[in-house]
């Protein structure tokens, strides 16, 4: 019923007269037993005889999850009616209409006692049962709330509504009243908490200064969550009265929120875990394989240390079938939980299935029925045996599958194999040579198996090349083919046509040329060649360095060899000769080259050679028409040209120019005949080598005129 109340509660809202709000929520439907029995006890301890005296309508269960309370869950016990506890707070000092439920009912003369109010107590609300604790001490924690604060919270207004836990039994004198400050024996009273009085304790949520209510639970104030605590003899039966009353009046009402689950004497619980089982969601282990893992859960309080003995029982011997297991467990002062991992030992031994039994010490003397315990069962290791693809023979390689099978272990399993990157329980592989395959598995407890195949292949594997080859422009070029190894005939493709071992082709420049061969197996490997086409162009330059000798230059890129032909019946076989020509005149000039491949190139040209310079300069000449003497200029031998400049007296140019030959003027100025007498000369002579020739002089034309 625990877990599905929210869902309950919302559903029959309506039908049995429970408020239902956004936070908080309270079902007034439960009975004395269901309260106690479902709600409010924990472990370790038993419960009977449950009696409730008050209104009923003033107890409840409450859901505090979406609240401010500060609990969970729990039980309510109110001075008025439970369901007015549900928020928002909104009672206001001097309303009446919010004043709360005033049962007229009488009140409690314990709580009386302590309230100390002359005008006693009223709605008194007591839910008591019989109980009897597992172990000495007995705890449960709790909130205070009422609608008292502030407004009302004065001696002087003789109001004090009050609650008590009152535990009666062995060792206790009359009653004993466990709802108390902690660490005092103050009773826990509106005067005695508030914002005034032990104020750490207090909680405002809402009063007639104008604040703004709490929007969850319906009182101005209440306390923090507190913890009651009773040290008892265990297994002896004992009452307890959980009692709130109004003090003075019966209007402003007053609340008690007990935890779910907290009504509790310690106890110690385990829960097993291991790192495999043989078996989903079993506890069957694997002898070198799984570890255990034991947690231990102690309920409240954790005050002190608690060490608690284990008993083994079983046919598992302790210490040699499982290892690192103690025979106490201790929990530290402070701490709920502790935990101890033991591993299952690999013995090797055939011992079939073994049990082992962890039992707890009994905590509850209490109790008849066994303490907390786990069985474990322990298994021999089942060998991995694995099926793998036989061996095979091939002439020829060819991609084969190897397939492992496993049966026995443990999965889920790991594969890897030697020779392949694959990690599946499958290879494809294509070997050239007789290659054996390894693979290992490790299944899940870390056990391992081998298994090999072998494929064997009698093959070589080709190797093809083609060496390169350097022609002349114009040349044909033979490719070779060199093959070894493979299997059956060979056949070639060159380029994509030639079939042959060998392959000829006549480039215009350089190329590679592909190879592809195939052996009987079809396997096929390839290669390129490359045929460089060299091109060798000749050329020279020559210089004279004096009239009848030239100097040549080879200006051809590539040559090795040179054969030159000067034209005058002789040769040379130097790179850049030096020719002196025995006479004047031009001749053809022809240079043939070779390169270290053999590739040969020519070119030809035309020189010129001179005589030894000689310049005669006539000193006068008679234009006169008689055909003797006529016209002056140069006259010699050895030279290029000659720029000619002609003066009269009064320095007026009558002539200049650039000559060759000895006709350069004809005596006449502006077409006619200049007058007779002395002009200046100045003439500069252009050899084909060497520094020109410079002459100035007078010349003496005799016209007539």
């Excluded at 195939?518 to 060798?536: K, M, Q, R």
Aim: aromatic letters at 10%.
């Amino acid at each position: 019923m625990k877990l599905f109340r929210s869902f309950y509660l919302m559903l029959v809202a309506c039908l049995f007269g429970m408020s239902v709000h956004a936070q908080l929520v309270v079902d007034a439907t439960y009975s004395p037993q269901q309260l106690v029995e479902d709600v409010l006890i924990g472990q370790g301890v038993q419960v009977s005889n449950f009696q409730f005296t008050g209104n009923p309508a003033s107890r409840g269960f409450f859901d505090g999850a979406n609240s401010n309370i500060g609990l969970a869950s729990g039980v309510i016990l109110s001075t008025g009616r439970a369901i007015d506890a549900v928020g928002p707070n909104s009672t206001t000092a001097g309303s009446i209409s919010e004043e709360g439920t005033d049962f007229m009912r009488p009140g409690d003369a314990a709580l009386s006692a302590i309230s100390a109010s002359s005008l006693g107590t009223h709605d008194a609300s007591v839910l008591e049962f019989d109980f009897i604790p597992s172990s000495d001490t007995v705890q449960f924690r709790y909130v205070f709330a009422s609608n008292e604060y502030m407004f009302w919270v004065n001696p002087t207004n003789n109001i004090n509504d009050v609650f008590a836990f009152f535990v009666s039994g062995p060792g206790i004198v009359g009653e004993q009243n466990i709802a108390q400050l902690p660490g005092t024996t103050t009773p826990i009273t509106m005067l005695n908490v508030n914002a005034n009085t032990n104020s750490q304790y207090y909680i405002d949520n809402g009063d007639d200064a104008g604040e703004q209510g709490g929007a969850s639970v319906n009182y101005n104030g209440f306390t923090r969550v507190l913890t009651a605590q009773v040290v008892l003899t265990s297994c002896q039966s004992y009452h307890i009265r959980l009692a709130i009353a109004d003090g003075g009046d019966g209007t402003y009402d007053s609340a008690v929120f007990l935890e779910a689950g907290s009504f509790s004497s310690p106890t110690v619980s385990l829960s097993a875990e291991t790192n495999y089982t043989s078996t989903t969601g079993s506890l069957d282990l694997v002898e070198g394989c799984s570890s255990m893992s034991l947690t231990f859960e102690r309920s409240e309080p954790f005050d002190a240390p608690l060490t608690v003995g284990l008993n083994f029982s079983g046919t598992v011997t302790v210490g040699a079938d499982v290892t690192n297991i103690p025979n106490t467990i201790t929990f530290p002062a402070g701490q709920g939980t502790t935990s101890i991992t033991f591993n299952i030992v690999q013995d090797g031994a055939v011992e079939g299935i073994e049990t082992l039994t962890i039992a707890l010490d009994q905590l509850n003397p209490c109790s008849s029925g066994p303490a907390s315990s786990v069985t474990i069962t322990i298994q021999d290791v089942e060998p991995m045996v694995l099926q793998i693809t036989p061996s095979l023979a091939l002439a020829c390689p060819t991609p084969s599958t190897i397939d492992v099978v496993v049966s026995g272990g443990y999965p889920v399993y790991e594969y890897q194999w030697n020779g392949a990157a694959d990690t599946d329980e499958s290879i494809t592989v294509n070997p050239y040579t007789t290659t054996n395959y390894t693979v290992i598995v490790t299944d899940a407890c870390g056990f391992i198996s081998t298994a090999t195949s072998t494929i064997s292949v009698n093959y070589q594997q080709m190797q093809v090349s083609a060496a390169d080859v350097v022609v002349c422009n114009g040349d044909d070029a033979l490719l070779t083919s060199n093959v070894t190894g493979g299997i059956g005939s060979i056949t070639y493709l060159w380029d994509g046509n030639g079939t042959d071992p060998t392959y000829s082709l006549s480039p215009t420049s350089t190329v590679s040329v592909a190879l592809q061969v195939t052996d009987g197996c079809g396997i096929s490997e390839s290669t390129t060649a490359t045929v460089t086409v060299e091109e060798l162009d000749a050329s020279f330059t020559h210089q004279l360095v004096k009239h009848s000798t030239i100097q040549f230059t080879n200006t051809t890129v590539g040559a090795t060899n040179f054969n030159w032909d000067f034209g005058d019946g002789e040769t040379s076989i130097r790179e850049s000769p030096l020719h002196e020509y025995a006479e004047e005149g031009t001749y053809p000039v022809i240079l043939t080259v070779t390169n270290s491949n053999g590739c040969q190139s020519f070119v030809e040209d035309t020189v010129t050679v001179y005589p030894p310079l000689h310049v005669y300069i006539p000193n006068a000449f008679t234009p006169n028409g008689d055909g003797v003497n006529d016209v002056f200029g140069i006259q010699g031998e050895g030279y290029l040209y000659y720029d000619l400049e002609i003066f009269d007296r009064w320095g007026n140019k009558m002539k200049f120019g650039r000559f060759k030959d000895d006709t350069a003027w004809d005596g006449t100025y502006n077409g006619k005949l200049v007058p007779s007498g002395a002009y200046v000369y100045h003439v500069w002579v252009e050899p084909p080598i060497g520094i020109e020739v410079r002459e100035t002089g007078l010349l003496h034309v005799l016209s007539g005129e």
